[in-house]
C-alpha cells in the first residue's frame, strides 16, 4: 500500500509499537471477554459470546499485519482504537507520521 | 432412520423429554463456560474457547433434531452424555426403548 523505506532504527521502533499495540488490544479483548462472559446466563448468550470472539479474532487477524506497507494504516488503526500513543511512533519519519496522523483523522468505515 | 408409529402419548413423552434432555444440555454447557471462561488468562486461551463453543454449538444443531426419524438417536445419545434419565423415556412403546437401549450399550464414535 505504501512505498516507503524504512531506516534500521524505525524498524526497531515500528516493532515495539506494533507489540505494544497488539499487548494492548489483547488485553482489552481479554477484559471484555470476562465482563460479557460473567454476565452469561443463557445458551442463546453462548452464541453471542461465540460470534464477537470471531469477529474479534478476525479484526485482529486483518489489523494487526506486519508487512511494512501495511504498518501505516495498523498504527492509525491501533491509534483511534487507543491500543497506542502517538508518542510510540515519534521516532519515525516525517512522512510515515503525516500518512498515519491524516489516517487516524480520517472518518471511516471499519 | 426408524420408521416408527408415534401415539399422541408417546409424542407428548418425547416432547418432554427431549425439552428436558436439551434444557438440562445448556445447563451443563453453561456452568462448563463459566468454569473455562473464568481461568482464561490469555488471548490464545480465547481462540480455544471460540472454538469449543462452536464444536458445543455445531454438535447441539446436529444432535438436538426434533424429527421422529431421529428420536431414539436423540435419546440414546442424549441418554449416554447424562442429559437425560432411562425412566424419563419408560412410557414409549417396547420397540422404541429397545432400540434406544442397543444404541445406548452400543460403543460408537462420536
Not at 489483547?26 to 453471542?48: G, H, I, M, Q
Amino acid at each position: 500500500m505504501f512505498n516507503l523505506t524504512w531506516s534500521p532504527s524505525e524498524k526497531k521502533i515500528a516493532r515495539a509499537a506494533f507489540d505494544h499495540a497488539l499487548a494492548v488490544a489483547n488485553e482489552k479483548r481479554l477484559a471484555e471477554f470476562k465482563a460479557k462472559a460473567s454476565a452469561v446466563t443463557s445458551a442463546d448468550d453462548l452464541w453471542k459470546i461465540e460470534e464477537a470472539l470471531r469477529e474479534d479474532r478476525e479484526t485482529f487477524d486483518k489489523m494487526f499485519d506486519y508487512r511494512y506497507s501495511q504498518l501505516p494504516v495498523v498504527f492509525a488503526w491501533t491509534i483511534r482504537e487507543g491500543y497506542l500513543e502517538d508518542s510510540a511512533i515519534a521516532g519515525l519519519s516525517e512522512d510515515k507520521r503525516d500518512i498515519i496522523r491524516r489516517m487516524v483523522e480520517t472518518k471511516w468505515e471499519r
